[in-house]
């Protein structure tokens, strides 16, 4: 059983990508036992000086768009994720939507509460 789990954001720039990031930084925030993953700065390390951490604890991938660039760039870093979630499938199941990559409206946040739910139980169920 793990102590931590590491949340892996999406860092694109599509509206889902925002709900991606803010969702995550608020399980981070409302949860001691959550860290979470600069994608940025783990695909940027070609030296793999960040190895070492990303194996400390589970990752839960969370995808922004159906292109799945968390997973891809973790896999070329022969790091496995413990959980992917894709922020577009969920929200296919909702009447809402996010539509700008730079501001959340009210339905975005709506979108963020949606997929902070999908963490928090993913988060449970792993540790």
Known sequence: MADKIALAPCNGMSPNGLVSRVAVGDCRSENENVISICMGSTSADIEGKNDEML???????????????????????????????AVNEILDD????????????????ECVKIIREKLNKTIDEIL
Do not use: H, M, Q
């Open 55 to 85: 194996k400390k604890y589970p990752i839960v991938a969370v995808n922004g768009c159906p292109n799945g660039c968390v997973n891809k760039i973790l896999k070329n870093k022969g790091i496995d994720v413990a959980e992917t979630i």
């Open 94 to 109: 909702f009447e809402v939507s996010a539509k700008d990559p730079f501001r959340l409206d009210d339905e975005a946040e």
